[in-house]
């Protein structure tokens, strides 16, 4: 049966059997049917039939492909099989990240016919500044993001790689709360903070009378994280002599705590952290092959600052609402110029402890490049596009007056003013459409 013998009854009936929103597509990216759940989270009304996929979602008035984003729809039609891409989507409560599952629908003649479109909303991270949750809308941490998507339903162990500073604990976490285990404990090992005579103490427990001082039993970390998440955060910091006993338990299951007798069950999902190369550790004979080998099944890279610095405006925006007495301070046009030029070397947590610095001196309630430390200066440019002084701004729109200045002046191509600008050339041409 072809999709267009299909009543609309039968398209509503196929799509409500599914508890998460979802559409049914024609091959030339027209809706055909929306679900109940569809509705009840994104408002569409019946309106939407007949319109495409990327104008509902994206406002574009072209498929995603073409306007510099992944299109699942157009992969489908290229490999014949599902495909799952991670989009920013418009809704009524502003964009959204949403995890796409696109599946082709092929008739009994093996034809394609159609596409189903799952939305999963991703609740762990905002496009948006928020009191809470992972903040960022780049190419790059995108990708994190999807990869974090991928991983937190199933067991498999995660290591999360990047500089100090870039939110290792946030992500770990998120990945807790988007996983099966969420309703369980997150525990979290400060690896480089634990001495190595306490080391087996604290991750195991003790028994009364195990050592001098011991004088009752002390559940160990492992206990604590019952059910749920372990996360051991700069696991490359942890003595070679310990090694040993952190990966028996990560191969057997079972642990003794110091003094014990029995052995005990651990139930846990292991995620792990480092700033360090790892395999560099291995080479160096500080860190165990086999270990390494273990926590590393699944990495994730988690961006610099200066990876994903077309983010730097959101998190500002987010920091300070997060921040005690940030609330109501903004940050200034020429306090905005300096920080996207400076090198962040301590990534966003360093950005924070900027901001709690200028929420400190900004009398006014709004942060310039005089509340900033004369570091910051050193790579700033003599002429800035964007208005200084006691002009005050919403930062959206000092970005949009750089863009349109860079636009004018600029003499190559987009995909060198996406290089020059340190973005990819879709989120430029998102950029770009976004000032229309």
Not at 10 to 35: C, R, V, W
Request: glycine letters at 8%.
């Amino acid at each position: 049966m072809q999709v267009a013998a299909w009543t609309q009854v039968e398209m509503n009936s196929l799509l409500d059997a599914l508890s998460e929103p979802a559409t049914l597509l024609s091959t030339d990216y027209s809706i055909l049917a929306a679900n109940q759940a569809y509705h009840q989270t994104y408002g569409g009304q019946p309106s939407i039939l007949g319109q495409t996929c990327y104008q509902v979602s994206h406002g574009f008035d072209q498929p995603c492909d073409l306007a510099g984003e992944a299109c699942p729809l157009k992969r489908c039609l290229e490999k014949g099989q599902k495909q799952r891409v991670l989009h920013l989507h418009q809704t009524p409560r502003g964009e959204e990240h949403v995890d796409v599952e696109m599946s082709p629908i092929y008739n009994q003649d093996g034809e394609l016919v159609a596409f189903l479109e799952v939305l999963h909303l991703v609740k762990e991270a905002r496009p948006q500044a928020a009191a809470e949750g992972l903040i960022g809308r780049s190419p790059a941490f995108n990708e994190m993001l999807a990869l974090l998507r991928r991983a937190a339903p199933s067991e498999i162990a995660v290591l999360l790689l990047g500089e100090t500073g870039t939110g290792k604990e946030l992500v770990a976490r998120a990945l807790h709360d988007a996983s099966p285990r969420s309703a369980k404990p997150f525990i979290t090992v400060e690896c480089s903070g634990l001495p190595e005579t306490l080391f087996e103490s604290e991750l195991f427990g003790h028994e009364k009378g195990a050592f001098t001082g011991a004088t009752g039993r002390k559940p160990g970390l492992v206990e604590a994280a019952h059910g749920g998440t372990l996360f051991l955060d700069e696991i490359g910091e942890i003595p070679l002599s310990q090694q040993v006993k952190l990966l028996r338990l990560i191969e057997t299951g079972h642990y003794r705590s110091v003094g014990g007798v029995e052995p005990q069950y651990a139930n846990f999902r292991l995620v792990c952290a480092t700033h360090r190369s790892l395999e560099e550790r291995v080479k160096e004979g500080l860190f165990r092959a086999d270990l390494f080998y273990r926590i590393s099944a699944f990495p994730i890279h988690l961006p610099s600052l200066a990876e994903r610095r077309e983010d730097l405006p959101l998190l500002a925006q987010a920091l300070l609402k997060r921040l005690p007495g940030g609330e109501g301070v903004s940050l200034g046009a020429s306090a905005l110029a300096v920080l996207q030029t400076y090198a962040f070397p301590g990534n966003i947590r360093e950005l924070r402890n900027l901001l709690e610095r200028g929420i400190l001196l900004a009398d006014d309630g709004r942060i310039e490049a005089e509340h900033l430390p004369a570091f910051c200066t050193s790579g700033l440019a003599e002429a800035s596009p964007v208005p200084s002084g006691d002009q005050l701004l919403p930062l959206k729109e000092v970005e949009n007056l750089y863009l349109r200045q860079v636009l004018q002046t600029f003499s190559g191509d987009r995909r060198e003013l996406a290089a020059h600008l340190g973005i990819s050339e879709r989120s430029l041409y998102r950029k770009i459409h976004s000032l229309k």
